[in-house]
């Protein structure tokens, strides 16, 4: 059985902002989760290289330029803040995504718990407390080596940068199950990719108080079976954990065991180590959650919670499956 580890860095907390809900007690919470007996490395950062896959250049040189001009805080949307240090924290970030992704294809488990996350940003512009995009950059390194990679998006929001990114590549299978008719107000069922991309791109849009019976029933039907036919030699999880029930931006009904149950489902679908990245996660059961995670990682066995899918998923499935 492959081993697990984690990413992190005390680093990440020099990007915060006091009272936002994107700041860095929410990763102390995530860490609160972990194994003692985890081994924990420290990410390396990003090479410029590595983030201009995804961001044009002139986002990046705009960015960098943004966080050193800033003393306290820089507001780039309503949502998205920077401080002095953002760019180079964001930067180990998008390394810790590599790293996890390098260690996942050496055999090994490996949760990146990074900040800020990176799901929403585009190739030009940050968005919803996003400012590199974490996943996407590792995927696009991992390219270099492999030539497929699927990447799985529980967090409670759609995945609209990384979905951006690999649009129109039938290298990179995005399958996203979220919150549908809420931000960023993507990732409809009918957003199936674009030229030879056609059809490697699965939202599964979900009601709000969707429960594990929802999630489990869209991974049964749609992920698991479109991972197993892609067949990646790399499976990268952007892993958001504010589908919980107490998470005060998810509207969802999901519990710390249920995250376990989907990470069972991702470890048999692809017969793959995980590469786990953080992206949302701001209530108070987060750190349980983590745990349930790793305990599965480690050959846990989550409990199946009986149940029956809404109608309006049965839907989104069959729209999946049409």
């Not at 529980?154 to 995005?174: E, I």
């Not at 998470?247 to 990470?263: F, N, R, S, W």
Request: net charge negative; glycine share 12%.
């Amino acid at each position: 059985m492959p081993g697990c580890s984690v990413i992190t860095a005390d680093l990440f907390s020099v990007h915060d902002m006091p009272g936002h809900p994107e700041c860095n007690a929410r990763l102390i919470g995530a860490l609160s989760g972990v194994p003692r007996d985890i081994p924990r490395y420290q990410p390396v950062k990003a090479l410029r290289e590595d983030v201009e896959r995804i961001h044009i250049p002139e986002y990046v040189s705009g960015l960098e330029e943004a966080c050193a001009g800033t003393r306290t805080f820089t507001m780039l949307d309503p949502d998205t803040y920077v401080t002095h240090s953002s760019f180079d924290v964001a930067l180990y970030a998008a390394g810790g995504a590599i790293g996890a992704a390098d260690r996942a294809l050496s055999g090994e488990h490996c949760f990146a718990l990074v900040r800020p996350p990176g799901h929403h940003a585009e190739r030009d512009r940050a968005m919803g407390f996003c400012l590199l995009n974490n996943v996407a950059i590792a995927a696009a390194r991992a390219l270099g080596k492999v030539e497929r990679v699927a990447i799985v998006d529980w967090d409670v929001h759609h995945g609209n940068g990384t979905q951006q990114a690999f649009y129109a590549s039938d290298r990179v299978l995005y399958c996203s199950v979220h919150r549908g008719h809420y931000y960023p107000y993507s990732g409809r069922t009918d957003e199936r990719g674009s030229g030879a991309g056609q059809g490697f791109n699965l939202n599964a849009p979900l009601e709000a108080g969707s429960t594990i019976a929802d999630y489990d029933a869209v991974f049964e039907e749609v992920f698991v079976p479109a991972i197993r036919k892609f067949r990646p030699e790399l499976l990268l999880v952007s892993a958001g954990q504010d589908i919980l029930s107490d998470d005060p931006l998810g509207g969802m009904e999901l519990y710390p065991a249920d995250l376990g149950l989907l990470t069972l489902r991702l470890m048999k679908a692809g017969g793959l180590p995980l590469a786990l990245v953080l992206e949302g996660g701001y209530g108070p059961s987060h750190g349980a959650a983590i745990g349930e995670i790793f305990r599965v990682l480690g050959g846990g066995i989550p409990e199946k919670k009986e149940g029956t899918p809404q109608e309006s998923t049965e839907r989104v499935i069959e729209a999946l499956k049409g």
